[in-house]
């Protein structure tokens, strides 16, 4: 094997095993029918826009359908009286007749679609704003089992494919069943058993078409999870791009990428293909139809139950015909992928938070900041325990380290603490009240966090330390920022505190992101606060700058600190030492060194590390 093909075969089985990991929880390919229940949700969106549609849309659109019909009719009667009887002025009657009902026609219709583009849209809107919405206040826990692009597939692809649904599918189906009953009527009153015949072709097309919806709508399902694998793939792409690059991957992600990509073009074509095959059944049953009318109509014609112009009228009349049944099976496909997109939207909608409020939960009042963890018990997994029987009183004020191995629960307990995350034993009150007894809001309002790898949002650097307190002046932000020791390097931006961050803040320094948290958090004005490795990324010049911002930022304010370095915690009030889920040790620092346990061995190990590194 040449050493390129051997690079090939490489890169392929390096994108396999990447497809072996790459799986999502929503891959799960669904096996619904059509469900009536669901067509019943759609239609909620809708409600709110009912006395529009049907004074408005539904009066257009019956117009429209009746000018429609009666032109076949006015072709018959010039056939049979005016050109039969050399009469001018009736046929110029039925030119004038039929080009005014053109015009209303087209009046009504333009007016009809102007109008339904306008309230689809509206729609379209309320969906996407309710699913963002629900979305916004689903727990950790909704998160933690899916990528962002899974999510993101949802919000936009998703409630886009329903867009021609509600722009002008609703209401085409209705123009389309108002002009078959309209065509079926008069086609039995004017002749039934020339009606019946031509008729007779409909069950027969609808025996043929019914088992390829089954595999239109399966079809259209599995395009709706390629999609979202992409989507998804492609977001966790471009946030570790750096990774990547870093690593060399960009080849081995290629061919991942196009695997997915092949993959979703093979199934794309062949639900595209499925989806076209309707037409044909149409124009194929149209054509025994033709055939059935001048074959019968021809031997009617002979005996004298109708006439020339009634044949004509006939043949106008299947064209309209089969022109509704047509949009029919086309709108019965859009239907299936409405269907397959709104069955994802609806798993979306249907999730409940699981961190939820009581339906008696009260306003949290302001808070002292006396905590107290009582037998606290908490499980990522069933059987997975990561806290287990936490006792901690903490008084108002007081500031809490929280030390540990990676995985030892410190983050875990501020989880809890935020209710990001409900306790599954024990309880944890704050000046006496339970915590799952208050609402959410009136909880986080009065907590404030600055993370490790903050985050800065697109906007001005004004904008991102707003984001703690949004009616803040542009004085309590600058204020905020001065505190933190981040005003000078704002200032020193080109456009100062209006300058443009874009997404995550990468224009900025890893340093001067954690400043702006600092300020944001600042700004918010918290009781209780919460340091998660906060100054993790700050070097150490910074970080002593920003050591006496701490003292104004702590002060008079419950605080837990998560850190490793000791001039971040030797000052705490009281440290809590844990180990798998467990308190190890807890006391100051003082008391915890003279102990010589698991702090000690800690601090020792951090000594040397700063000893041989310089």
């Known amino acids: 094997m040449s050493a390129h093909k051997a690079k090939q075969a490489g890169d392929q089985q390096a994108a396999e095993e990447l497809k072996t990991r790459f799986v999502y929880q929503d891959d799960e390919e669904l096996d619904k029918g059509f469900d009536m229940v669901q067509v019943k949700r759609l239609s909620h969106y809708m409600k709110p826009y009912a006395r529009q549609i049907i004074p408005i849309i539904l009066i257009m659109m019956v117009v429209g359908a009746m000018t429609k019909l009666l032109n076949p009719l006015l072709i018959a009667y010039a056939i049979d009286h005016a050109l039969k009887n050399g009469d001018k002025n009736a046929l110029l009657l039925c030119v004038g007749v039929m080009l005014t009902l053109y015009i209303i026609q087209w009046a009504a219709n333009t007016y009809r679609i102007r109008y339904t583009n306008m309230i689809g849209q509206r729609v379209i809107y309320d969906l996407r704003h309710h699913l963002f919405s629900h ?58 058993k020339l009606g019946l015949a031509i008729i007779i072709t409909v069950p027969i097309m609808f025996v043929i078409s019914t088992k390829l919806r089954v595999k239109i709508r399966r079809a259209w399902q599995v395009v709706q999870i390629r999609t979202a694998r992409i989507n998804a793939h492609l977001n966790e792409c471009i946030q570790g791009v750096k990774v990547t690059q870093a690593f060399t991957q960009e080849k081995e992600n290629i061919a991942f990428f196009d695997e997915m990509n092949k993959d979703n073009h093979y199934h794309w074509n062949r639900a595209s293909t499925l989806n076209q095959s309707f037409g044909p059944i149409i124009e194929v049953t149209g054509a025994v139809g033709y055939c059935i009318l001048f074959w019968f109509g021809a031997h009617l014609i002979q005996t004298g139950e109708i006439s020339i112009g009634l044949l004509v009228a006939f043949a106008t009349y299947i064209g309209h015909f089969w022109e509704p049944i047509n949009r029919l099976g086309q709108m019965y496909s859009q239907m299936l992928i409405a269907m397959a997109s709104s069955e994802r939207i609806f798993e979306f909608i249907d999730e409940k938070p699981n961190v939820g409020e009581k339906e008696d939960a009260v306003d949290l009042p302001n808070i002292r900041g006396d905590i107290e963890f009582k037998q606290v018990e908490f499980e990522y997994e069933p059987g997975r325990h990561a806290l287990n029987q936490i006792d901690l009183s903490v008084k108002a004020g007081q500031s809490i380290a929280l030390v540990g191995h990676t995985g030892s ?9 935020c209710r990001f995350y409900d306790v599954t034993g024990g309880s944890i009150s704050i000046d006496g009240h339970d915590i799952r ?47 933190v ?31 702006l948290s600092f300020a944001r958090a600042l700004l918010a004005d918290p009781r209780i606060l919460i340091l998660d490795e906060a100054t993790a990324s700050i070097d150490t010049e910074t970080e002593l700058k920003i050591q006496e911002a701490l003292k104004t930022l702590l002060a008079g304010r419950t605080s837990f600190i998560i850190a490793h370095r000791l001039s971040t915690i030797r000052h705490a009030d009281h440290i809590l030492v844990l180990d798998h889920g467990h308190i190890m040790e807890q006391g100051n620092h003082q008391q915890l060194l003279e102990h010589k346990g698991i702090y000690h061995g800690l601090i020792q190990a951090q000594y040397r590390f700063l000893k041989e590194t310089g």
Request: charged content about 20%; hydrophobic content about 45%; proline content about 1%.
């Open 437 to 483: 007894d208050v609402t959410i809001s009136s909880l986080r309002s009065q907590v404030g966090i600055v993370l490790q790898d903050t985050f800065i949002f697109s906007g001005t650097i004004r904008d991102n330390i707003r984001f703690g307190r949004l009616d803040a002046t542009d004085e309590e932000i600058e204020a905020a920022a001065k505190a």
């Open 409 to 417: 629960g410190k983050s875990t307990i501020i989880n809890l603490l």
């Open 135 to 192: 979305i916004q206040r689903l727990s950790f826990r909704f998160f933690d089992k899916r990528p962002a692009g899974s999510i993101l597939v949802r919000v936009t692809n998703y409630v886009n494919s329903l867009q021609d649904l509600f722009t002008n599918g609703v209401v085409n189906l209705m123009i389309d069943c108002v002009q078959l009953a309209g065509i079926i009527v008069i086609l039995l009153l004017y002749n039934w």
């Open 485 to 515: 020791r981040a005003h000078d390097f704002i200032v020193n931006l080109p456009q100062g505190y209006d300058t443009e961050v874009q997404e995550r803040g990468n224009v900025l320094s890893m340093g001067q992101r954690q400043l």
